[in-house]
């Protein structure tokens, strides 16, 4: 599996313990930085992590102090999907329902098992397409269109 990386200077550490585990599970991952503890500012980390995965056809791990900065950024960019993840809870889902192709972790929110196993569960899991494939088609249509009026068409063809 093929991965980009990045993180903020609060993530840093947290973004290096994970990208080994990866590489130990025999993924390829790309580390797009930083490389130290000096401050840096986590919306080009999101942006260019997330502009490598979508091009690539990669998965994306990012880090910040929450995770929320970081996926903001990171959502931002065309054809990325990234959620914050605090748990194999919420990797499972990310991955399976909603077809995230990045996730982001909080180094001070999420302690490092919890990390570790978040990632691996996301790693692991597929896209459930035939149930929540439609889903994520509006999710891509709100990107391409601005959303035209996403409530009517849900008033007219109901969740099944």
Same mark, same amino acid.
């Given at each position: 599996m093929n991965w980009i990386a990045g993180?903020?200077?609060?993530?840093?550490?947290?973004?290096?313990h994970l990208v080994a585990l990866l590489r130990a599970l025999g993924?390829?991952?790309?580390?797009l930085g930083p490389h130290s503890?000096?401050?840096?500012?986590?919306?080009?980390?999101?942006?260019?992590?997330?502009r490598a995965a979508v091009a690539r056809g990669a998965?994306?791990?990012?880090v910040c102090g929450t995770g929320i900065g970081i996926a903001i950024a990171a959502n931002k960019i065309a054809g990325a999907r990234c959620a914050v993840v605090t748990d194999e809870y919420t990797a499972r889902m990310a991955r399976s329902?909603? #077809? &995230?192709?990045?996730i982001a972790l909080g180094a001070r929110v999420v302690g490092i098992g919890v990390a570790e196993r978040a990632v691996q569960v996301f790693r692991e899991q597929t896209f459930l397409a035939a149930k929540?494939?439609?889903?994520?088609?509006?999710?891509?249509?709100?990107?391409?269109?601005?959303?035209? #009026? &996403?409530?009517?068409?849900?008033?007219?063809?109901?969740?099944?």
């Open positions: 993180s903020d200077h609060a993530g840093f550490a947290m973004k290096q993924d390829d991952v790309e580390d503890e000096a401050a840096v500012d986590y919306p080009a980390y999101g942006a260019a992590v997330a998965r994306g791990l990012l329902h909603n #077809d &995230a192709n990045l929540h494939g439609r889903r994520v088609d509006q999710l891509a249509a709100l990107e391409r269109d601005g959303g035209t #009026d &996403a409530l009517t068409a849900e008033r007219n063809h109901p969740a099944t």
